[in-house]
């Protein structure tokens, strides 16, 4: 097959005259807007962190091409929406996936192909995978300390959420999973909230087999996760919310080992039934009148024989369901906490942690978290830690451009497509490199906005 750079195609009749297409403007690339992201990963030490991180078991006599640039490849390469090495082979001498290698973007050597991509993917074992992963929570933790450092951060709330990831071929530890009806690995991510911020931040994410229970591994990444937020935000109250695969009496009891504030979901049993049956008998008389959605809130005492006897507060919900051409569907739920808020607003507490499934979607759908297509486990869980490191780049992008506005939080997909994939024609001299961008780009001042909070001043 030809290179799509020599060939020609023409429509004939759009116009009153021919119209020809053909990929052969040298120095143009449509990533123009990512530099941006070099000069976010500058500021947070991101990808230098994540590399310094690795071992480099290559002889130095050979190495063409360093971690850190193989580090920046994939991270910058994520972030512009291509999430295979494959891609590499169309990409490495693109201008500006150069220049965001600090690569003269013209004349510079060409990066990393897939073959040296795959082999990087490959290299890191255990240990290196679990450095990396405790410099990307660093690197988050830190960021905020210094972001926040103008105000005392009153409280951090945690939230675990574990999601489905697809598997396709040979992957090793992927396993059939009934629940999902699907060959598939079980990632564990972890995000933080300060205050009533509304960015859930990723601070970890851990790669499962298919058959991992929901809390399998949560509490060794809180052991990891909580002495460093308690020392860089020594006066904050911890907060922690979790669904209902988390509530095993062992996490229980370490969150109030812990001194967390929890809001638990918990399954339901016959006693908790027989509890909310005369909630849930109000709310369907109050349905029938009304022909609409009806809830209350109450609250019991509740001892489980697995938690020692030990009674703990349960906030209950009751609810009639009515959704047009439906039947009435009673819905009953119930969380078990620790804190003393009113059943309604805490139950609320509880619900705002479902924010956290539009961060998964955006990892998922944005980002292709769920390419986890390499045949060994490892090489999986670096493509998950690197894909996080393109989300956390994202996060700050959307937190600064949203912290002095009311404006909406765009989506991972919508700041790529309008901050990132804007064409370029790159210029470069001895004095200076000049990117041009098309004068009538509709997001140009959020562009410039960002530019300059990443160190770039106007001249």
């Known amino acids: ?39 976010l990963d500058r500021g947070l030490g991101l990808t230098e962190r994540l590399a310094g991180a690795l071992r480099d078991g290559r002889q130095p006599g050979k190495v063409v091409h360093g971690l850190v640039d193989l580090v920046r490849q994939r991270v910058f390469g994520l972030a512009c929406g291509y999430a295979d090495c494959n891609d590499a082979s169309a990409l490495r001498h693109d201008p500006i996936q150069k220049l965001l290698l600090e690569r003269d973007p013209l004349d510079g050597a060409g990066l990393a192909d897939q073959s040296t991509l795959s082999r990087f993917e490959n290299a890191p074992g255990p240990r290196d995978l679990y450095r ?6 660093g690197v988050v933790i830190d960021q905020n300390r210094k972001r926040l450092r ?11 959420d574990p999601t489905e990831d697809p598997t396709h071929g040979h992957q090793q530890l992927a396993l059939f999973n009934g629940h999902y009806d699907a060959w598939c690995y079980l990632p564990l991510l972890a995000f933080v909230t300060f205050d009533e911020e509304p960015e859930q931040q990723l601070v970890a994410a851990i790669l499962r087999d298919g058959l991992a229970a929901a809390s399998e591994g949560a509490i060794p990444l809180l052991r990891r996760l909580l002495p460093r937020l308690r020392q860089a935000f020594p006066r904050a109250r911890l907060r922690i919310r979790l669904d209902g695969g988390f509530a095993s009496p062992e996490m229980l009891d370490y969150l109030e080992r812990e001194r ?5 979901a918990i399954g339901r049993n016959p006693v908790l039934s027989r509890t909310i049956d005369p909630l849930m008998g109000r709310v369907r008389c109050a349905s029938e009148q009304s022909g609409l959605t009806e809830t209350e809130f109450g609250e019991t005492r509740y001892a489980a024989k697995s938690w020692g006897k030990k009674q703990r507060r349960v906030v209950m919900k009751a609810e009639v369901v009515r959704l047009e051409d439906r039947s009435p569907r009673d819905n009953a739920r119930f969380v078990v906490t620790n804190l003393r808020h009113s059943p309604a607003n805490l139950y609320q507490l509880y619900r705002d942690r479902g924010d956290s499934e539009n961060r998964i979607k955006e990892l998922k759908n944005d980002l292709e978290m769920d390419r986890t297509s390499c045949m060994r486990f490892l090489a999986n869980q670096l493509r998950v830690l690197l894909t996080a490191a393109a989300f956390v780049l994202f996060q700050q992008m959307r937190i600064r451009l949203t912290r002095r506005t009311q404006e909406e939080r765009p989506t991972v997909g919508t700041m790529r497509l309008r901050l990132l994939k804007i064409a370029a024609r ?19 001042t959020q562009w410039m906005q960002l530019a300059r909070s990443c160190g770039a001043a106007l001249v």
């Open 1 to 39: 097959m030809a290179n799509a750079g020599t060939q020609c195609v023409v429509f004939p009749e759009l116009l009153d005259r021919p119209i020809q297409a053909l990929f052969d403007e040298p120095g143009t690339s449509v990533d123009g807007g990512a530099v941006l992201l070099a000069g």
């Open 132 to 137: 990396m992963a405790s410099a990307l929570t």
């Open 150 to 160: 103008s105000r005392r951060v009153k409280q951090i709330t945690i939230d675990l």
């Open 260 to 264: 967390l504030e929890y809001i638990v």
């Open 426 to 444: 790159v210029e470069s001299s001895a004095r200076r490199m000049v990117l041009h961008f098309a004068a009538s780009h509709a997001w140009a």
